[in-house]
């Protein structure tokens, strides 16, 4: 046997705040870390190991064996914590990446072997193939991965893809659907069945070295694998006023990439040759619409909680286990919905002593004092002194006199849409007195003239769970029809539940759709009565 | 009656409706957060190889923008005919949108790509959004891919050759 050993090495091009990658400080001795490395001959591996923290590898193989080196990008962890994360090509079935030297014979005496992986960047534009592309995305993976690590050192993360590709665009195919087999993929997401989408397309939108792009998508990737997101994602810009529960899972995930980067200045390169983008720093307090509503609120919070920067009202320097542990316990198990309120909640009981500082940090937020985890006692209605508050409301099972809720589409943002909006959907507590079947009845009250309304609703315990959302009948949909009323606008429907607390998750179906939406446009403010009965 | 009809059979189909599993209902992706700059795009007409056809963008803000600059470029197949690269913006205001029409020139029978940027103060700080155009030509077909080759036992791979320096 003779050893073949080495170093992994990838192309790392930094970015600037607001003026794209800056090729000129590329640096060229980024390790290749913690990835699969493996003598090959032909199709078949002959041995296999992986590197180190400094990209070094060594492997033993037969004297005068041909075959060459191959990086894969992919990093395995089965001891404690462990992990399975790999960068795949979306657009060419899900191939792996690799990086692969020359063939050659292993010869009669230890050799070196280092392995280079160039950005392809050839000065004015990609005129090589971008190699490293896909290990730096996986570098950034491991970054987010060691970091939650130190929070839960013997974390089992669930095996992850991440699919970039350069012909990964800001484009939606003819339907304006996404098409994960063309590239066409809208933007930079992560999808639960699938994994994390990365853009890559020159000259347009590239993420390979926009590490908080990577993290704040991984951040996603955490909450709904390991812990529990309600949120129904959609698109979002900061200033937008959004349903609480996308509000609170973006501000995470950003925060998360702050964190883990110790970096608050969050950087998404754009335009011709990657020199412009789109930025802002977690810590700059420019929020023009504060509150639990807003993801950028949401990711200062937890941003102050534990970096080591004292501004404003924070005069936090929690461990992130503190976070993590809120995130992956309290917010897991609470029968309220993912918001900021079970978050700050649970950082208030297992920090007593620190209520009325904590309570300070979320004043400046314009969040009201937490002490339960549905936001009773909220004030800030977001300008709206009707169909924003309460965030909850209380439903008694077979009280005669119906809850009334409103969906609106006030919200709406010209960047961002209307899919996921505050109050678009509205949100009902109850609690069947004894397990059995329920019914659960929307009945429409207003409806802006001369449209009909299409109620629908989510019942969530300790996560959604069931769905209701049957066409409006056509005694509803006829709106010319002799005699026509409101109510004529119902969705009903009966099921089997534990006498638990659940929440109704209630809205008018069309104001949950995008504002352009060709079909079924939102129709505006649209009010429900909203009862729960039992035999 | 009629309606008194229709009535009762719509609370009778109402009773008797059950909700469905939450499989069902696929919520969106959980997307990166979008630069506060809105493009919206358009084509005026159907494109056709060999005939210039107008691309009608709309840009706008929720914050005045201002200094705002609007650049393009386009795979070969696709020619750009007015303006060639860039043009600039007057300063908007929050909420206001600027139409902006485009000529290209399709080339091919296929689907083209359109690179748009915009670049502008918002709050005294540059930011920039940038989409990409689908023009897509009755023969259009997906873009060809890499292509993965098998190995590892029909595991697909896609290769980059590295930089090796041998010792």
Known sequence: ?535 | MTRLLILFALVVFALTAQSAPLSDHVPAGTSKPTSPIAISHRLASPPKVGQPVEVILSIGSNAEISDASLSFSADDPLAMIDPLDSIGLSTLSAGQAADVAITVLPLLDQTHYLNVTVRALIDGVEQTRSIVVPIRLPGSELRKTAGGTAGNNEERVRSFQAIETVL
């Open chain 1, 1 to 535: 046997m003779v050893t073949i050993s080495g170093q992994a090495t990838y192309d790392f091009v930094p970015t600037t705040q607001f003026n794209g990658l800056n090729y000129a400080a590329t640096d060229s001795t980024r390790p290749l870390r913690l990835a699969t490395v493996q003598f090959v001959d032909g199709n078949t591996v002959l041995a296999a190991t992986r590197t180190t923290q400094t990209g070094d590898y060594s492997l033993a193989v037969d004297q005068n064996q041909s075959g060459f080196i191959r990086i894969r990008a992919e990093s395995v962890e089965t001891g404690s914590p462990s992990w399975s994360f790999r960068v795949v090509d979306n657009t060419s079935a899900d191939a792996i990446y690799t990086l692969d030297g020359a063939v050659a014979s292993s010869g009669t005496a230890d050799s070196q072997r280092n392995l280079h992986a160039p950005s392809g960047w050839t000065g004015a534009g990609y005129g090589d193939p971008r190699a490293a592309a896909p290990f730096a995305i996986l570098d950034t993976i491991l970054i987010g991965g060691e970091y939650v690590a130190t929070a839960d050192p013997t974390i089992d993360f669930p095996a992850l893809d991440i699919h970039w590709s350069e012909n990964n665009m800001p484009a939606l195919d003819a339907n304006g659907n996404v098409d994960l087999v063309s590239g066409e993929i809208g933007t930079s997401q992560y999808i639960s069945s699938e994994g994390l989408f990365l853009l890559g397309a020159e000259d347009s939108d590239t993420e390979e070295y926009d590490r908080h792009v990577v993290l704040h998508e991984f951040g996603h990737y955490l909450e709904f694998r390991l812990t529990r997101s309600d949120s129904i994602g959609g698109p979002h810009a900061l200033g937008d006023r959004v349903d609480m529960r996308v509000a609170f899972s973006e501000g995470w995930a950003t925060a998360l990439a702050g964190l883990a980067l110790s970096n608050p200045f969050y950087a998404d390169t754009q335009g011709a040759l990657q020199a412009s983008g789109f930025g802002f720093n977690m810590e700059s307090r420019g929020n023009n619409a504060p509150g639990w509503y807003s993801e950028q609120s949401v990711q200062e919070i937890i941003y102050d909680l534990v970096d080591l920067n004292f501004d404003g009202n924070d005069i936090f320097t929690y461990s992130f286990a503190t976070v993590w542990s809120a995130i992956i316990g309290p917010l897991a198990s609470t029968p309220a919905l993912t918001s900021i309120f079970p978050f700050l909640n649970a950082i208030k009981t297992a920090n007593s002593g620190d209520e009325a500082a904590l309570d300070q940090l979320a004043a400046d937020q314009s969040i009201d004092s937490v002490s339960t985890d549905f936001g009773g006692g909220e004030t800030n209605n977001a300008g709206d002194n009707n169909d924003v508050l309460p965030i909850y409301a209380d439903l008694v099972v077979n009280n005669p006199v119906p809850v009334n809720l409103c969906s609106i589409d006030s919200f709406s943002s010209g960047i961002t849409g209307s899919t996921n909006k505050l109050s678009s959907r509205r949100f009902v507590r109850f609690m069947p007195p004894v397990a059995g079947n329920v019914t659960i009845t929307m009945t429409a009250t207003t409806i802006p003239n001369p449209e009909y309304a299409d109620p629908d609703f989510i019942i969530h315990r300790q996560g959604p769970f069931a769905i209701s959302e049957n066409p409006p009948s056509d005694a509803c949909t006829n709106t010319g029809d002799a005699g026509w009323t409101e109510s004529n606008c119902v969705e009903s429907a009966i099921t089997t539940l534990p006498a638990q607390e659940h929440i109704l998750e209630v809205y008018e179906w069309s104001n949950t759709n995008a504002a352009d939406d060709p079909l079924r446009p939102p129709i505006g403010r649209t009010c429900f009565d909203v009862t729960v009965t039992q035999p």
